[in-house]
Protein backbone atom coordinates (compact mmCIF):
# COMPACT_ATOMS: atom_id res chain seq x y z
CA UNK A 1 0.00 0.00 0.00
CA UNK A 2 3.15 2.21 0.64
CA UNK A 3 3.91 2.24 -2.66
CA UNK A 4 0.44 3.18 -4.39
CA UNK A 5 0.95 6.22 -2.23
CA UNK A 6 4.79 7.05 -3.25
CA UNK A 7 4.07 6.98 -6.79
CA UNK A 8 1.59 10.48 -6.87
CA UNK A 9 4.26 12.28 -4.62
CA UNK A 10 7.14 11.31 -7.07
CA UNK A 11 4.32 12.29 -9.76
CA UNK A 12 3.43 15.39 -8.07
CA UNK A 13 7.46 16.21 -7.26
CA UNK A 14 8.73 16.24 -11.09
CA UNK A 15 5.62 18.18 -11.75
CA UNK A 16 6.50 20.87 -9.49
CA UNK A 17 10.04 20.63 -10.60
CA UNK A 18 8.94 21.31 -13.91
CA UNK A 19 7.18 24.10 -12.94
CA UNK A 20 9.85 25.63 -11.03
CA UNK A 21 12.19 25.39 -13.32
CA UNK A 22 10.06 27.21 -16.00
CA UNK A 23 9.29 29.81 -13.50
CA UNK A 24 12.96 29.99 -13.17
CA UNK A 25 13.89 30.83 -16.62
CA UNK A 26 10.92 33.46 -17.02
CA UNK A 27 12.09 34.98 -14.43
CA UNK A 28 15.91 34.93 -15.98
CA UNK A 29 14.76 36.13 -19.04
CA UNK A 30 12.66 39.11 -17.78
CA UNK A 31 15.07 39.63 -14.90
CA UNK A 32 17.89 39.56 -18.33
CA UNK A 33 15.94 42.41 -20.22
CA UNK A 34 15.46 44.34 -17.25
CA UNK A 35 18.91 44.69 -16.34
CA UNK A 36 20.28 45.44 -20.49
CA UNK A 37 17.42 47.86 -20.46
CA UNK A 38 18.88 49.71 -17.07
CA UNK A 39 21.69 49.66 -18.69
CA UNK A 40 20.70 51.53 -22.13
CA UNK A 41 23.12 54.70 -22.20
CA UNK A 42 19.84 56.70 -22.98
CA UNK A 43 18.40 55.41 -19.76
CA UNK A 44 21.54 55.95 -17.66
CA UNK A 45 21.40 59.70 -18.81
CA UNK A 46 17.70 60.52 -18.06
CA UNK A 47 18.25 58.92 -14.46
CA UNK A 48 21.41 60.86 -14.19
CA UNK A 49 19.50 64.30 -14.81
CA UNK A 50 18.31 66.90 -12.81
CA UNK A 51 14.26 67.25 -12.90
CA UNK A 52 12.18 69.64 -14.34
CA UNK A 53 8.26 68.68 -13.15
CA UNK A 54 7.03 72.25 -14.46
CA UNK A 55 8.94 71.32 -18.10
CA UNK A 56 7.54 67.77 -17.92
CA UNK A 57 4.00 69.33 -17.17
CA UNK A 58 4.13 71.14 -21.00
CA UNK A 59 5.55 68.07 -22.35
CA UNK A 60 3.21 65.99 -21.11
CA UNK A 61 0.40 68.53 -22.21
CA UNK A 62 2.21 68.75 -25.84
CA UNK A 63 2.23 64.76 -26.11
CA UNK A 64 0.22 62.99 -23.89
CA UNK A 65 -2.95 64.84 -22.53
CA UNK A 66 -4.39 63.83 -26.27
CA UNK A 67 -5.45 60.56 -24.53
CA UNK A 68 -4.38 60.62 -21.20
CA UNK A 69 -6.10 63.77 -20.02
CA UNK A 70 -4.97 67.07 -19.06
CA UNK A 71 -4.63 65.97 -15.49
CA UNK A 72 -3.03 62.66 -16.12
CA UNK A 73 -6.35 61.44 -15.24
CA UNK A 74 -7.69 59.23 -18.47
CA UNK A 75 -9.45 59.77 -21.31
CA UNK A 76 -8.26 57.30 -24.43
CA UNK A 77 -5.40 56.13 -22.54
CA UNK A 78 -5.28 55.03 -18.68
CA UNK A 79 -5.07 57.49 -15.96
CA UNK A 80 -1.38 58.26 -14.75
CA UNK A 81 -2.35 59.55 -11.15
CA UNK A 82 0.21 57.70 -8.73
CA UNK A 83 1.74 55.80 -12.43
CA UNK A 84 4.94 55.60 -9.96
CA UNK A 85 3.67 53.45 -7.05
CA UNK A 86 2.42 51.05 -9.72
CA UNK A 87 5.26 51.54 -12.69
CA UNK A 88 9.63 51.68 -12.24
CA UNK A 89 10.52 54.53 -13.83
CA UNK A 90 12.62 52.25 -16.45
CA UNK A 91 8.96 50.61 -16.86
CA UNK A 92 7.75 53.65 -17.23
CA UNK A 93 10.40 54.98 -19.96
CA UNK A 94 10.08 51.28 -21.90
CA UNK A 95 6.29 52.28 -22.06
CA UNK A 96 6.93 55.66 -23.33
CA UNK A 97 9.56 54.44 -25.76
CA UNK A 98 8.45 51.25 -27.14
CA UNK A 99 5.35 51.71 -28.88
CA UNK A 100 4.76 48.00 -27.51
CA UNK A 101 0.94 49.39 -26.71
CA UNK A 102 -0.56 50.32 -29.31
CA UNK A 103 -2.66 52.85 -29.61
CA UNK A 104 0.07 54.67 -28.10
CA UNK A 105 3.01 55.54 -30.70
CA UNK A 106 6.73 55.27 -29.90
CA UNK A 107 8.22 58.69 -28.62
CA UNK A 108 11.08 58.91 -27.54
CA UNK A 109 12.09 62.40 -26.11
CA UNK A 110 15.33 63.77 -25.90
CA UNK A 111 16.95 62.62 -22.19
CA UNK A 112 16.52 66.26 -20.34
CA UNK A 113 12.83 65.72 -21.53
CA UNK A 114 12.54 62.45 -20.63
CA UNK A 115 13.57 62.93 -16.99
CA UNK A 116 11.73 66.26 -16.79
CA UNK A 117 8.10 64.08 -17.54
CA UNK A 118 9.03 61.66 -15.18
CA UNK A 119 9.60 64.51 -12.67
CA UNK A 120 5.93 65.27 -13.54
CA UNK A 121 4.62 62.16 -13.92
CA UNK A 122 5.80 61.53 -9.72
CA UNK A 123 4.13 64.58 -9.24
CA UNK A 124 0.24 62.78 -10.33
Do not use: W
Amino acid sequence: MDNQFAKPTVLVQRVASVILVALLVIFASILGVYLYRASDPYVQEVFSLNRNPARGEAIFEINCAGCHGKQGDGHVGPTLHHVSKHMSELSVIDQITSGDTPPMPKFQPDPQKMADLLGYLEEL
